[in-house]
């Protein structure tokens, strides 16, 4: 069982991506599924999450209005859109999923992560300024 992010990159200020959270070895349809990020010599941060048949988001404040989370169940992958990139927004970010409710992800303490039922490889941003 596995959750593969991608779609990272090099993008100067003011720049858009779309990261993509692909999972394998079982559907993750039925778990809460979100993004944490980590920046050099910060603390993990949450990013965004969503509930698992997407009609619930939840964004970190120096996220909200420029991020989008969404899902596709059929392809059991989870996106992230990111608009108006600074370059605080510089980071690994990470995918994850759990079995309880999208609030487990954004509640959860990010230094205790390693708690949800899964954590994928990250994916870097670098965003110049």
């Known amino acids: 069982v596995q959750l593969q992010a991608s779609g990272g990159g090099l993008v100067q200020a003011g720049g858009s991506l779309r990261l993509s959270c692909a999972g394998s070895?079982?559907?993750?349809?039925?778990?809460?599924m979100g993004w944490f990020r980590r920046a050099p010599g910060k603390e993990r941060e949450f990013v965004a999450a969503i509930s698992k048949n997407g009609d619930t988001t939840y964004y970190g404040d120096s996220v909200k209005g420029r991020f989008t989370i969404s899902r596709d169940n059929a392809k059991n992958t989870v996106y992230l859109r990111m608009k108006n990139l600074k370059p605080e927004d510089t980071a690994v970010y990470s995918c994850?999923?759990?079995?309880?409710?999208?609030?487990?992800?954004?509640?959860?303490?990010?230094?205790?992560?390693?708690?949800?039922?899964?954590w994928g490889q990250g994916t870097q941003v670098t965003v110049s300024s």
């Open positions: 994850a999923a759990d079995h309880g409710t999208v609030h487990t992800l954004v509640v959860i303490n990010p230094k205790a992560v390693g708690n949800l039922d899964y």
């Open positions: 070895g079982r559907t993750f349809s039925s778990d809460a």
